[in-house]
């Protein structure tokens, strides 16, 4: 399975506060979270995650998991290659 990660830093003010996103491999979310750890690409903060769908997991490539995603942009571009499913996926554990 694919977790898709996103980190925010509630100490800084808002609209500053994204602290970036990374993609990992893992057997459930707390392994994806020891797996954002053990890559690196875990920044710290809270965190908000979710699977990413069997489907899609053909649109990540491996260059794209365990990497630390620290703009807007490059979310957008992992966004886009998974076929703007990401935003879906966020609005569903963010309301």
Known sequence: MIFWLSFVDTSK???GRFAGACLVRA???PAALSES???KCNPGGEVQGMQVPEDLEGCVLEGE???LYTTHEECEK???AMQGRVSELLEK???
């Open 37 to 39: 750890w053990r890559h």
């Open 78 to 80: 992992v966004n886009r």
């Open 27 to 29: 057997d459930s979310f």
């Open 13 to 15: 003010p808002k609209g």
């Open 65 to 67: 998991l365990n990497v």
């Open 93 to 95: 554990v963010l309301h």
